[in-house]
C-alpha cells in the first residue's frame, strides 16, 4: 500500500447488524472475535504515532471502521467512536473516516453528522440487486433500498463505495451480472466484489450440509467475476477488491467451501484475458506458432497459472502453438494478435 492511502483499520464484528446475513462470520473473517472499543481505538491511534499535541510530520491515516454496520450502532456510540478521532483530525495525522454499513442504516440526518465528524467514505454492502436473492440471503433490506441509500450517500458528497457478492442463495451468473450492470449504474466510487464462500458456524454452512445451496465453486466465481470485471473497467469504476483478503484463518479450514482463493484475483484477471485472447482468435486464420501481444505487465495474466491459458488456447484451437508476447504499445488489458502470412 503507498504511504498515501494508510488506513488504519478498525474491525468492529457483527455491531449494529440488525440481522445474521445467512453468508456471514464476520468473526472468523477479522480473526476477532470482539468488537473494538472506544478504548482500543484511542490505543491503535497511539499505536500507529498519531499525536494530538504535534502537527503530523508523516503521511495521514484513513480510520476504517470495518465489520459491521456503523451508522446502525447508536448514535451516542458513533459519537463516541468519532469523537476519539477529531483530536488527531485537528493536528493532522488523520485525514479522513471511513465506515462500512447497510443500506438501511441511511438517513439524512446521520449522513450531516457523519461528514461533520469526517467521514467522507461509506462503503455500502448490496450483495445483490435481486430482491429474492437479498431475501433468501436474510439482509433484510430490498434492492429499492440500495438504490435510495447510494442516491443520498451520494448527494451528501460522500464517496460510494458498493459491495456485492456473488453465487448467493437464489442466484446465478445471469442475475450476478444484472446486480454488476445495476451498481455500475449508480456510478459508485469504487467496487469491491466477493464471490459467496461458505465460512463456518454460519446459517450458509447449514444450508450448504442439508443440500440446500450449492456450493459457488472457484471456478464458478472466476467465470463470472470475469464478465463483471470488462463491465466495470468500461466504466471506469475502480475494483477495490476482488475475494476476501487471504487468512491464516480462512486457509486454515474456515472457509468450509465456496469461492475462496488466496490469488482469486489474478485467477479473474488472467481468465479475463483469456476470454480475450479467444474472442480475437476466432474467424482468424492461425498458422503454427501464434503470437499474442499484450501490455509488458500483462504478460503472466496472458500467460495464466502454469501456462493454463496457453494450454486452453491451444487445445481450443488445435495444432497452434502460443507465444506471448510483451508489447509496449499494446494497452493494458488488450490482446493484439498480428495478422499471419500465408
Ligand atoms: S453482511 Fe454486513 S450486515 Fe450482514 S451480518 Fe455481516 S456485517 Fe452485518
Given at each position: 500500500m503507498?504511504?498515501?492511502?494508510?488506513?488504519?483499520?478498525?474491525?468492529?464484528?457483527?455491531?449494529?447488524c440488525?440481522?445474521?446475513?445467512?453468508?456471514?462470520?464476520?468473526?472468523?473473517?477479522?480473526?476477532?472475535?470482539?468488537?473494538?472499543?472506544?478504548?482500543?481505538?484511542?490505543?491503535?491511534?497511539?499505536?500507529?504515532?498519531?499525536?494530538?499535541?504535534?502537527?503530523?510530520?508523516?503521511?495521514?491515516?484513513?480510520?476504517?471502521?470495518?465489520?459491521?454496520?456503523?451508522?446502525?450502532?447508536?448514535?451516542?456510540?458513533?459519537?463516541?467512536?468519532?469523537?476519539?478521532?477529531?483530536?488527531?483530525?485537528?493536528s493532522?495525522?488523520?485525514?479522513?473516516?471511513?465506515?462500512?454499513?447497510?443500506?438501511?442504516?441511511?438517513?439524512?440526518?446521520?449522513?450531516?453528522?457523519?461528514?461533520?465528524?469526517?467521514?467522507?467514505?461509506?462503503?455500502?454492502?448490496?450483495?445483490?440487486?435481486?430482491?429474492?436473492?437479498?431475501?433468501?440471503?436474510?439482509?433484510?433490506?430490498?434492492?429499492?433500498?440500495?438504490?435510495?441509500?447510494?442516491?443520498?450517500?451520494?448527494?451528501?458528497?460522500?464517496?460510494?463505495?458498493?459491495?456485492?457478492?456473488?453465487?448467493?442463495?437464489?442466484?446465478?451468473?445471469?442475475?450476478?451480472?444484472?446486480?454488476?450492470?445495476?451498481?455500475?449504474?449508480?456510478?459508485?466510487?469504487?467496487?469491491?466484489?466477493?464471490?459467496?464462500?461458505?465460512?463456518?458456524?454460519?446459517?450458509?454452512?447449514?444450508?450448504?450440509?442439508?443440500?440446500?445451496?450449492?456450493?459457488?465453486?472457484?471456478?464458478?466465481?472466476?467465470?463470472?467475476?470475469?464478465?463483471?470485471?470488462?463491465?466495470?473497467?468500461?466504466?471506469?469504476?475502480?475494483?477495490?477488491?476482488?475475494?476476501?483478503?487471504?487468512?491464516?484463518?480462512?486457509?486454515?479450514?474456515?472457509?468450509?467451501?465456496?469461492?475462496?482463493?488466496?490469488?482469486?484475483?489474478?485467477?479473474?484477471?488472467?481468465?479475463?484475458?483469456?476470454?480475450?485472447?479467444?474472442?480475437?482468435?476466432?474467424?482468424?486464420h492461425?498458422?503454427?506458432v501464434?503470437?499474442?501481444?499484450?501490455?509488458?505487465?500483462?504478460?503472466?495474466?496472458?500467460?495464466?497459472?502454469?501456462?493454463?491459458?496457453?494450454?486452453?488456447?491451444?487445445?481450443?484451437?488445435?495444432g497452434?502453438?502460443?507465444?506471448?508476447?510483451?508489447?509496449?504499445?499494446?494497452?493494458?488489458?488488450?490482446?493484439?494478435?498480428?495478422?499471419q502470412?500465408?
Amino acid at each position: 500500500m503507498s504511504p498515501r492511502n494508510r488506513i488504519l483499520p478498525v474491525f468492529i464484528p457483527h455491531l449494529g447488524c440488525p440481522y445474521h446475513c445467512v453468508f456471514c462470520n464476520q468473526n472468523a473473517i477479522t480473526g476477532q472475535d470482539y468488537s473494538a472499543s472506544v478504548e482500543m481505538v484511542r490505543n491503535e491511534l497511539k499505536q500507529a504515532g498519531c499525536r494530538q499535541d504535534m502537527e503530523c510530520v508523516a503521511e495521514p491515516y484513513e480510520v476504517a471502521f470495518y465489520g459491521g454496520s456503523f451508522t446502525a450502532i447508536p448514535e451516542e456510540v458513533q459519537k463516541e467512536f468519532l469523537s476519539v478521532v477529531q483530536p488527531y483530525r485537528k493536528s493532522g495525522w488523520i485525514r479522513s473516516v471511513r465506515c462500512s454499513t447497510r443500506p438501511d442504516a441511511i438517513s439524512l440526518h446521520n449522513l450531516s453528522f457523519l461528514r461533520e465528524q469526517g467521514v467522507e467514505t461509506i462503503e455500502l454492502g448490496c450483495q445483490s440487486m435481486v430482491d429474492d436473492v437479498l431475501f433468501r440471503s436474510g439482509r433484510g433490506h430490498s434492492a429499492g433500498d440500495i438504490r435510495e441509500a447510494a442516491d443520498l450517500i451520494r448527494s451528501q458528497g460522500v464517496h460510494l463505495i458498493l459491495q456485492m457478492m456473488t453465487g448467493l442463495p437464489g442466484s446465478d451468473p445471469d442475475k450476478d451480472f444484472l446486480t454488476a450492470v445495476r451498481l455500475a449504474d449508480m456510478k459508485p466510487d469504487g467496487v469491491r466484489v466477493y464471490p459467496t464462500v461458505i465460512i463456518r458456524d454460519t446459517p450458509l454452512y447449514d444450508l450448504w450440509q442439508k443440500g440446500e445451496y450449492r456450493e459457488h465453486t472457484v471456478e464458478d466465481a472466476v467465470s463470472i467475476c470475469s464478465r463483471i470485471v470488462p463491465l466495470f473497467h468500461e466504466k471506469q469504476i475502480p475494483i477495490i477488491r476482488l475475494g476476501l483478503n487471504p487468512s491464516d484463518e480462512l486457509s486454515g479450514g474456515i472457509a468450509a467451501g465456496g469461492a475462496y482463493h488466496p490469488s482469486f484475483g489474478e485467477l479473474v484477471y488472467s481468465r479475463v484475458m483469456r476470454n480475450r485472447a479467444e474472442d480475437i482468435l476466432r474467424n482468424r486464420h492461425l498458422s503454427d506458432v501464434t503470437e499474442l501481444h499484450v501490455a509488458p505487465s500483462f504478460v503472466s495474466k496472458m500467460t495464466g497459472n502454469r501456462r493454463c491459458n496457453l494450454e486452453y488456447l491451444s487445445s481450443t484451437f488445435s495444432g497452434t502453438v502460443f507465444r506471448v508476447v510483451p508489447d509496449a504499445f499494446v494497452p493494458e488489458w488488450d490482446v493484439v494478435v498480428p495478422l499471419q502470412k500465408g
